[in-house]
């Protein structure tokens, strides 16, 4: 059993930066493929970027170039670096970890999942 616990969301202007961080319980988090999610106001849960156990990377066309995700398995977590930030990345941001160390970008593939934290983007 894996447990995720996400921060760093909050409220900035557009064209700042944030940085959120997932920290994982649970042991054999280095085998773990792990991935961010959001979900806006009214819309439906989508894919933001993911990270195999070997750091492969993955994003979205919206947000690449623009987020980066990373991990340290020495401290467990796992982190989304958001610059140039826009009104539409408004969201709930969504940890979750993948038993099979893959990196996915569909959410059904995830077997944990954080409760969230929640990034608001003012224009």
């Known amino acids: 059993q894996v447990q995720l616990v996400e921060s760093g969301g909050g409220l900035v202007q557009a064209g700042d930066s944030l940085r959120l961080s997932c920290a994982a319980s649970g042991r054999a988090f280095s085998n773990y493929g792990m991935g961010w999610f959001r979900r806006a106001p009214g819309k439906e849960r989508e894919f933001v970027a993911a990270i195999s156990k070997s750091g492969l990377t993955y994003y979205a066309s919206s947000v690449k170039g623009r987020f980066t995700i990373s991990r340290e398995n020495a401290k467990t977590s796992v982190y989304l670096q958001m610059n140039s930030l826009k009104p539409e990345d408004t969201a709930d941001f969504y940890c979750?970890?993948?038993?099979?160390?893959?990196?996915?970008?569909?959410?059904?593939?995830?077997?944990?999942w954080g409760q969230g934290t929640q990034v608001t983007v003012s224009s």
């Open positions: 979750a970890a993948d038993r099979t160390g893959n990196y996915y970008a569909t959410d059904w593939r995830y077997d944990y």
